[in-house]
């Protein structure tokens, strides 16, 4: 499906101007390079977005719950308040992405890299992100709730409010990551690495007076 004209600084790329509104839904784009273009309030419900290339891009309240999205890799695009229900994210990586305000409640994320950039505000209930990277993430009032984060590396994490609630981070690294603001009684911590400030936090959120 033909959805722009192809840019400047890659022959095979899509660019040109915004997509406001358009329907997209079921449309096979698998494999298509696009860069610097935004979509704001479109549909793309079930589309084939299969090793997808995005560099700079912007989804703007996007809809793309059940899309197939494995094997792509997003470049310092940005993808906010935008719908991933029940969407296939398999091996796909976001190198700096911006995340904010996205719903990934029932999402596949087997093999999902995720290098940097800004998840605040993020649904990842019930997420599986074991054993994930997610050093130096910003994921700031992210609702993590019943994800599985076993074995994660969250050292440097910013967590400032993020919810945790029934949340598994069993074997987890917490070392300088920002817990400001979160309940870590509501975790399910079990063999957790913390550093002093974080012993602290945990200390504190369970009542403790730490002098």
């Not at 599986?128 to 709730?145: K, P």
């Amino acid at each position: 499906m033909t959805v722009g004209d192809a840019g400047d600084s890659d022959p095979g790329a899509v660019g040109g101007a915004a997509r406001v509104e358009q329907d997209l839904t079921g449309a096979d784009l698998g494999g298509t390079v696009f860069e610097e273009v935004t979509f704001e309030r479109c549909v793309l419900r079930g589309a084939d977005l299969t090793d997808v290339v995005t560099r700079g891009c912007r989804f703007v309240s996007c809809d793309l719950a059940g899309a197939d999205l494995s094997g792509s890799i997003h470049h310092g695009s940005a993808f906010t308040n935008t719908r991933f229900v029940g969407a296939r994210l398999s091996t796909a990586t976001f190198d700096g992405c911006k995340m904010t305000g996205s719903d990934l409640t029932e999402t596949t994320l087997l093999g999902v890299a995720i290098i940097g950039g800004d998840w605040s505000y993020v649904n990842l209930r019930g997420a599986d992100l074991r054993d994930r990277d997610l050093a130096g993430l910003r994921l700031a009032h992210a609702d993590l709730s019943e994800a599985d984060l076993t074995g994660a590396d969250l050292r440097g994490a910013d967590l400032t409010g993020a919810v945790l609630r029934q949340t598994v981070l069993a074997g987890a690294q917490l070392s300088d990551a920002r817990l400001e603001g979160v309940a870590l009684r509501d975790a399910l911590l079990a063999g957790v690495q913390l550093d002093l400030a974080g012993a602290v936090r945990l200390a504190e959120s369970l009542g403790a007076d730490v002098v």
